[in-house]
């Protein structure tokens, strides 16, 4: 076990409150064997400076002891961890696991004060839809004259002038004509990425903030989606670009045309190449200016700015673009009250709105605070993913880095995982989505070198690891991608031979099972296993516990004393009771199983 019976988290199990008020005392609790039986202290930090408790025992049970100790929430971000003395020698166990040495506070637990996310979001399992690939729904459309107008079946243009301006027709009506393929599938949350005017495919360079592109069928369609989503039990969240708008848009063609202009101040004007700071230099994408009042007064301040009338309109919530770059450039590093303006705003108008960062590596710098309630989790989740789960023959780039995904075992992803985990808290962790694919990346199946069983594995891991599972429409269908672009292949609604129907059973099935099991929304995770091929962790809840256990091959057989049977969940196999307590895992793969234990 890879924390020796030692083990805390910040779900209920281990902390009285997920959502203290400031100043209140909050009791955690912490699991260890039942031979640690002295010499345990949680340390805060209140105000900066260290403070110990001692901790008493709270009860016992068969197999470990749990103790308390009380940590007062003094600051809106307070950080804990645990001392272990005695018998065992000098420990700490924090965030990151059980170490024999001092350890530096970033990967401490923590609480917050701030008001917490909303409710509904930890049982989210959002579906990300890329409009103008999703589904037609027949209407005649004037395409304007940067379009280029593409077949549904054509090949995507995945390079040259075309790629940007290629257009498939996909429309918000088609969307809700989709609807029933969204529930059916499990999911409970759409995420749409830009619907305001653009002349693009994407729309990330938006003309405007105030209506929605015409060729997606205007206001009406998106009244329409948004009605029929919740008329459905389905939220909706849109995508707004607060880093940047479009070169088109009257805002920059206004501070362009005349320095004196009272939009100048929305941007970043100087000497160099563009004339204008534009995001990683593209022209089309002019970089917003969050220092002046007008651009804040216009996005969150006003009644009618755009993150209040798109809430007030219907949607639940917020994907942020480019949430990293979000009112940073040089010396100005305006990121968190950025977000915090765009959380009061959204709270203010819809105290039930949700906000998640985009962010492609350690967000943890722009979490736990009063902005995002959680990011885009490629860092702690899809690059680990990836690396355990690559094809062998797969040459693919990964994620930014100029160089090929690795191959890894999960001994090392997981280290990765827990890595990234610990630097934030529990709850942004468990508000962050958990993706395999996006419309920014290649495809899930392509990275697993279009092995079904491999993909299932990944889906297993998004639906039972902490954190809210994000599939990118089409990839139930086993869609594949080599990149970002060739990952947006409209969908094959009438080219069923097309689909990968154990792959789209697979996603059903796992959605049901965590719709189904409290533990994987609201448990606790204890990582008890990881070799080169083969991981095992439980997830528990109010004595619930499910083991889950993934391999990538055949493996060893994994040994666990966890003194329970466990009745099969998913993937059928047993489990086979060993000697003192233990039980003996299979050892087939490529395989998913998850156990209720007893």
């Known amino acids: 076990m890879l924390d020796r019976g030692f083990h805390h988290d910040g779900s209920a199990d281990h902390v009285s409150t997920l959502a203290p008020e400031p100043g209140e005392t909050v009791t955690v609790f912490l699991r260890t064997p039942k031979d640690h039986r002295t010499g345990v202290h949680v340390r805060s930090t209140p105000d900066g400076e260290p403070h110990f408790t001692e901790a008493v025992v709270d009860r016992e049970t068969p197999d470990e002891i749990w103790w308390r100790a009380d940590v007062t929430v003094r600051n809106p971000v307070t950080r804990y961890r645990f001392l272990l003395t005695g018998d065992g020698g000098y420990r700490w166990l924090n965030a990151a696991g059980l170490h024999d040495r001092d350890v530096p506070d970033s990967a401490d637990f923590r609480l917050l004060s701030y008001a917490p996310p909303p409710v509904w979001a930890a049982d989210s399992m959002v579906y990300e839809i890329f409009p103008d690939r999703f589904a037609r729904s027949g209407a005649d459309r004037t395409y304007p004259g940067w379009a280029v107008p593409a077949g549904w079946d054509d090949p995507v243009t995945g390079a040259g002038p ?56 205007g206001d009406a369609a998106y009244r329409t989606l948004v009605d029929e989503a919740h008329r459905r039990g389905i939220r909706i969240l849109g995508d707004l670009t607060t880093n940047h708008c479009g070169s088109t848009h009257p805002w920059f063609l206004a501070a362009a045309r005349d320095k004196d202009a009272a939009e100048r101040e929305m941007f970043h004007f100087g000497d160099d190449a563009l004339g204008y700071e534009a995001w990683v230099g593209v022209a089309s994408l002019p970089k917003l200016n969050w220092a002046g009042e007008r651009l804040r007064r216009l996005m969150t301040g006003d009644a009618d700015s755009v993150v209040r009338r798109w809430l007030r309109f219907g949607l639940d919530g917020w994907r942020i673009d480019v949430a990293n770059m979000t009112g940073r450039l040089r010396e100005t590093d305006l990121t968190r009250e950025v977000a915090a303006l765009i959380r009061r705003a959204a709270a203010e108008e819809n105290p039930e709105a949700l906000l998640v960062a985009e962010h492609a590596h350690d967000a943890s710098g722009d979490l736990d605070g009063d902005g995002w309630h959680g990011t885009m989790n490629y860092a702690g989740f899809t690059r680990p993913v990836w690396s355990w789960l690559r094809g062998p023959d797969v040459r ?27 630097q934030a808290s529990w709850r942004s962790l468990v508000h962050s989505w958990s993706i395999l694919s996006s419309h920014d990346t290649a495809r899930i199946r392509t990275v697993c070198g279009g092995d079904e069983a491999l993909v299932e594995i990944a889906a297993g891991l998004m639906f039972t690891l902490p954190g809210a599972p994000m599939v990118l429409a089409g990839d139930e269908l086993g869609l594949e991608g080599a990149w970002g672009e060739d990952g947006r292949r409209p969908m094959p609604w009438d080219r069923p031979e097309r689909w990968r129907t154990a792959t789209l059973d697979a996603y059903r099935r796992l959605a049901a099972l965590r719709r189904d099991e409290p533990a994987l929304r609201h448990g606790g995770l204890r990582w008890l296993h990881a070799s080169a091929d083969a991981l095992a962790f439980v997830r528990e809840r109010a004595g619930e516990r499910l083991l889950v256990l993934a391999a990538r091959a055949a493996h060893e057989p994994v040994r666990l004393p966890l003194g329970a049977a466990g009745t099969p969940l998913y993937g059928g196999a047993g489990i086979v009771p060993g000697p003192d307590g233990t039980v003996v895992l299979p050892a087939d793969g490529p395989a998913f199983h998850v156990w209720r234990l007893g």
């Open 162 to 217: 075309d790629t940007s301006v290629q257009v498939f027709g996909g429309d918000l009506d088609g969307v809700t004509a989709r609807l029933d393929h969204v529930t059916g599938l499990g999911m409970n949350t759409l995420y749409l990425t830009p619907v305001f005017p653009a002349p693009s495919n994407h729309r990330y360079n938006a003309s405007s903030f105030t209506e929605v592109d015409p060729l997606l069928g």
């Open 396 to 422: 693919l780039p990964f994620l930014g880095v100029p160089a090929p995904i690795p191959r890894l075992g999960a001994d090392r992803i997981v280290r990765t995982m827990r890595a990234f985990a610990a």
